[in-house]
């Protein structure tokens, strides 16, 4: 097995980023943490491609089937033959690991501990068919995987941001660190090459925690706070917001099916330049399964989908969704954190009702009011 980093070219990573991959000994666990724009999922994806030349089977996984299609869609411009790549999700592996017989809890999710006592009771065997693993968005993800992975894998690398912790069997960047052995070793990488300046700082406003990550020197447009009389009215400020931007990948993050059901409804009646796209974590295949993240257009994803992703432009639909909840919790900040940082050049978010949502208050200087 190779034990020092293979001569892989990658001239669309930063000199940061190009370091710290090439800081990654090929053995060993390792977690590495930056805030979004840092580039953790291309990270992810050269790492993937560094270990599989170990000759091992490289697997990079996601808990988001949708991160899983852009990873996926990534790694075909960056494997090298030979030493192939497969994105899967977290889920798709415990199933072809343990067998669809994988033991579960009540919820559903797979019964960690339980998978512990089987990877330990076949430790060893087939031991040249053991994968090296390596996790994105890995803060989604419970103590327990990593438990298993630690026994299951040659190596672990995992990508994480514990401030945009948005699922129930999330973990801190410490407790991944823990359940991976004291052993494991820890790695930042900073800078926000996706976000404009003006983007950054409205997400700053509701980051929860972790290092202030510096601010980009690209500037842009300011956000745009928006309240709209309805879904027909939304549906029409979209449809003009393709009209103005043809070439953007405009991503609609919504709170509630409903109202992605509706809004797909009234664009495919739009008569948009692109047909618009909307993923469905319910649907098995399909158009609502399978989308083309990379072509221009609107995509509609519910806000539990958006991890990992980004787009030219971010409309988040419908903030009233959320005028119940308490603004300074933790979890809402961390949603919106997570959904701001999703857009590159253009930020709107929209709110029906009488009266602006608490959480859109206070953010003078910030955003314009429309």
């Given at each position: 097995?190779?034990?020092?980093?293979?001569?892989?070219?990658?001239?669309?990573?930063?000199?940061?980023?190009?370091?710290?991959?090439?800081?990654?000994?090929?053995?060993?666990?390792?977690?590495?943490?930056?805030?979004?724009?840092?580039?953790?999922?291309?990270?992810?994806?050269?790492?993937?491609?560094?270990?599989?030349?170990?000759?091992?089977?490289?697997?990079?996984?996601?808990?988001?089937?949708?991160?899983?299609?852009?990873?996926?869609?990534?790694?075909?411009g960056l494997t090298v033959p030979g030493a192939p790549v497969e994105a899967a999700t977290v889920h798709g592996w415990v199933l072809r690991h343990f067998g669809y017989g994988a033991p579960r809890t009540q919820d559903g999710w797979f019964d960690w501990t339980a998978l512990t006592g089987q990877a330990a009771e076949t430790l060893?065997?087939?031991?040249?068919?053991?994968?090296?693993?390596?996790?994105?968005?890995?803060?989604?993800?419970?103590?327990?995987?990593?438990?298993?992975?630690?026994?299951?894998?040659?190596?672990?690398?995992?990508?994480?941001?514990?401030?945009?912790?948005?699922?129930?069997?999330?973990?801190?960047?410490?407790?991944?660190?823990?359940?991976?052995?004291?052993?494991?070793?820890?790695?930042?990488?900073?800078?926000?090459?996706?976000?404009?300046?003006?983007?950054?700082?409205?997400?700053?406003?509701?980051?929860?925690?972790?290092?202030?990550?510096?601010?980009?020197?690209?500037?842009?447009?300011?956000?745009?706070?928006?309240?709209?009389?309805?879904?027909?009215?939304?549906?029409?400020?979209?449809?003009?917001?393709?009209?103005?931007?043809?070439?953007?990948?405009?991503?609609?993050?919504?709170?509630?099916?409903?109202?992605?059901?509706?809004?797909?409804?009234?664009?495919?009646?739009?008569?948009?330049?692109?047909?618009?796209?909307?993923?469905?974590?319910?649907?098995?295949?399909?158009?609502?399964?399978?989308?083309?993240?990379?072509?221009?257009?609107?995509?509609?994803?519910?806000?539990?989908?958006?991890?990992?992703?980004?787009?030219?432009?971010?409309?988040?639909a419908d903030a009233e969704s959320d005028s119940a909840a308490d603004p300074t919790s933790a979890a809402l900040r961390m949603a919106y954190y997570v959904m701001i940082t999703r857009a590159r050049e253009r930020l709107v978010l929209n709110w029906q009702g009488n009266r602006m949502p608490r959480h859109l208050e206070g953010l003078?200087?910030?955003?314009?009011?429309?």
């Amino acid at each position: 097995m190779t034990t020092a980093n293979a001569p892989v070219l990658h001239p669309d990573l930063t000199p940061d980023q190009r370091d710290c991959l090439d800081a990654l000994p090929l053995t060993g666990n390792h977690v590495v943490s930056g805030p979004p724009g840092s580039g953790k999922s291309l990270l992810a994806a050269h790492r993937a491609v560094h270990l599989s030349l170990t000759g091992r089977p490289t697997l990079l996984l996601t808990r988001s089937n949708l991160l899983r299609q852009l990873l996926r869609d990534t790694l075909q411009g960056l494997t090298v033959p030979g030493a192939p790549v497969e994105a899967a999700t977290v889920h798709g592996w415990v199933l072809r690991h343990f067998g669809y017989g994988a033991p579960r809890t009540q919820d559903g999710w797979f019964d960690w501990t339980a998978l512990t006592g089987q990877a330990a009771e076949t430790l060893g065997e087939d031991d040249a068919t053991t994968p090296h693993l390596v996790v994105d968005e890995g803060q989604d993800l419970s103590p327990g995987f990593y438990r298993v992975a630690r026994i299951a894998a040659a190596s672990v690398t995992v990508l994480a941001d514990e401030c945009q912790r948005l699922t129930e069997t999330n973990s801190t960047l410490t407790e991944i660190t823990d359940a991976l052995g004291r052993s494991t070793r820890r790695v930042e990488i900073g800078g926000n090459h996706r976000n404009s300046r003006e983007i950054a700082s409205l997400a700053e406003h509701f980051r929860t925690g972790g290092t202030r990550p510096d601010i980009p020197f690209r500037s842009g447009t300011l956000p745009v706070v928006r309240h709209c009389s309805g879904t027909k009215d939304l549906a029409d400020d979209i449809t003009a917001l393709a009209a103005r931007h043809p070439r953007d990948r405009i991503g609609v993050i919504v709170n509630s099916a409903r109202t992605a059901a509706d809004l797909m409804r009234r664009l495919e009646r739009a008569g948009l330049a692109q047909e618009p796209q909307l993923y469905s974590s319910a649907a098995s295949s399909g158009r609502y399964r399978d989308l083309d993240l990379a072509r221009p257009g609107v995509v509609l994803v519910h806000r539990a989908s958006a991890k990992g992703l980004d787009f030219d432009t971010v409309v988040i639909a419908d903030a009233e969704s959320d005028s119940a909840a308490d603004p300074t919790s933790a979890a809402l900040r961390m949603a919106y954190y997570v959904m701001i940082t999703r857009a590159r050049e253009r930020l709107v978010l929209n709110w029906q009702g009488n009266r602006m949502p608490r959480h859109l208050e206070g953010l003078d200087g910030r955003v314009h009011l429309r």
